[in-house]
């Protein structure tokens, strides 16, 4: 937290936690697709479902996926503006069992067919917090340039990746790591100081026993 | 950020720097930002502050239709030149129904500290710089303070309505503009933090009990009591009458009770006036939209 959380941020009204959170929880899904949203599935738990509505929840998290700010004076408008970008949207009510009241799970499909599965919660004061991506605990509240790698739990793997984040000067803020099981499948959450360049991501994606790499970008 | 008031007050008298000064430089240490780049990030807010005041919408209702075209109301009241209160602080009150109904109409707000209680600290300011002519560096340096003062109740206690309450979010609101307004009237550091502490004894054990868990009722004529809150507890402080109680010890006052209020009490839209006959129903036809 900074002195411009205190007085800050500019951002459309009228909650900090369900519209201010969810134009950001879009927005970084978008990003972590890395590409224009097709086809958007929004299942909303919780307060978000109950008090959503009236918060502009819906709106502002269909601006996000259209890559708007927390302050874009078109979010009241962003269905139209999905509409016109030929982007389709449905919403529905979900029961997350005891996720975050605040939490919403986004299905996504890419103009190219890339496909995308989060869940994310907007923890307070415009903060959020990816819980899911693709089916796999990770959890970020997406502030850093942060790599997603899904990988085959083994021996040497985050060495691996580590080293190569390394070479290229990229310095480590946080990083978790899950698995489903022994030898299964398994996730690194990587928070970064600095942008990781394109090549780096390339080589990541790869190397052995990596089945997915995705990067969140605060460009 | 600083976790006491004690703390800019003596770092005041010790350095000789204006507790503005002070927030700024450990804004740029934290940050690693120069002074000019803080300084104008600041400004900035206090622009977008004023563009959200200028911005309000007299005919505009929010989506539940519960807030809205209130600030025109205050207007007309004004213009009658039959106000209690006197038009000065008729302004006030129009100014926080101005931006905390723009909030609710999904208009652009500074959150200050939160959207809930965005109209608190622009009423109090703007309503001060149209009145005395205060430069725009003058209003950058008293928003130094508001933030200076919010951080303290950050790191002390919580500026959350889900933490603490209304007390929190309004109560915070509240002394952040005394602070503010204290320092645009000459107040020093010690009078400041004396505003912050007057403003906020008021408001302790305020609920957060908005209906249909809305950012609307009761919040939007909370953000108009705040605001006033905040300049009668500036003119108290400058007239010398002092918190009994030290600054620090009241935002930890208002910690202790946020963390005894009952969780209906807690923006879950449950207790209070939420809890009501007309607040059930007002949820009930939320519900059916």
């Not at chain 2, 010790?14 to 450990?26: A, L, N, S, Y």
């Not at chain 2, 502050?49 to 025109?72: F, I, N, P, Q, W």
């Not at chain 2, 008293?142 to 109740?153: E, N, P, Q, R, S």
């Not at chain 2, 208002?254 to 939420?274: F, Y």
């Amino acid at each position: 937290m900074n002195l411009f959380d205190i007085i800050g941020p500019v951002m459309v009204g009228p909650s900090s936690s369900h519209t201010a959170g969810a134009v950001k929880i879009g927005r970084v899904a978008r990003k972590l697709l890395a590409e224009p949203v097709q086809n958007a599935k929004v299942y909303f738990h919780g307060s978000f479902l109950a008090t959503g509505k009236g918060h502009g929840t819906d709106k502002a998290l269909v601006a996000g996926l259209l890559g708007m700010q927390v302050d874009d004076p078109g979010i009241p408008e962003s269905f139209a503006a999905a509409e016109r970008a030929g982007m389709s949207v449905t919403i529905e009510g979900i029961d997350l069992g005891d996720a975050h009241p605040n939490s919403v799970k986004l299905c996504l499909e890419g103009v190219s067919g890339k496909k995308l599965e989060m869940v994310a919660a907007s923890v307070g004061g415009g903060q959020i917090q990816v819980q899911e991506l693709d089916g796999q605990s990770a959890e970020f509240g997406g502030d850093y340039p942060t790599v997603i790698v899904h990988n085959v739990d083994q021996p040497g793997c985050v060495t691996e990746v580590t080293a190569l984040l390394a070479h290229s000067s990229v310095n480590i803020a946080a990083m978790q790591l899950y698995r489903a099981s022994r030898g299964g499948d398994a996730v690194m959450v990587i928070e970064c100081d600095r942008e990781v360049p394109e090549v780096i991501l390339n080589c990541l994606g790869q190397m052995n026993g990596i089945k997915k790499v995705t990067y969140l970008t605060m460009d | 950020m600083y976790k006491s008031l004690e703390k800019l007050c003596e770092m005041e008298k010790e350095t000789g720097k204006p507790f503005w000064k002070i927030v700024q430089e450990d804004d740029c240490r934290e940050r690693g930002v120069a002074e000019e780049e803080s300084f104008a990030q600041m400004h900035a807010m206090y622009t977008a502050m004023r563009e959200a005041d200028a911005d309000y919408d007299e005919e505009r209702r929010s989506a539940s239709g519960l807030v809205g075209t209130e600030a025109k109301k205050m207007r007309l009241a004004r213009e009658s030149k039959n106000l209690l209160c006197g038009d000065f602080i008729g302004k006030v009150m129009e100014k926080a129904l101005r931006t905390s109904e723009s909030n609710a109409c999904m208009k652009r707000i500074v959150a200050a500290p939160t959207a809930g209680s965005c109209g608190v600290v622009p009423a109090v300011l703007i309503s001060l710089q149209e009145e005395k002519g205060f430069t725009e560096e003058q209003m950058t340096e008293a928003l130094y303070v508001t933030a200076g003062i919010g951080g303290v109740i950050a790191s002390r206690a919580f500026l959350a309505g889900a933490a603490g309450g209304c007390q929190a979010e309004i109560g915070s609101a509240s002394a952040m503009a005394a602070g503010g307004a204290v320092y645009l009237l000459g107040g020093d550091a010690r009078q400041i933090a004396n505003a912050a502490a007057l403003a906020l004894k008021n408001l302790l054990g305020l609920a957060c009990d908005p209906v249909a868990g809305l950012v609307e009722v009761p919040c939007v004529k909370r953000n108009v009591m705040g605001a006033v809150n905040a300049m009668t507890s500036a003119d108290l402080t400058m007239a010398g009458i002092m918190s009994r109680i030290p600054p620090d010890e009241v935002i930890d006052a208002m910690r202790s009770i946020g963390r005894c209020m009952h969780e209906d009490l807690r923006e879950t839209g449950k207790g209070g006036l939420a809890g009501t006959p007309t607040g059930v129903k007002i949820r009930e036809q939320m519900a059916g939209m």
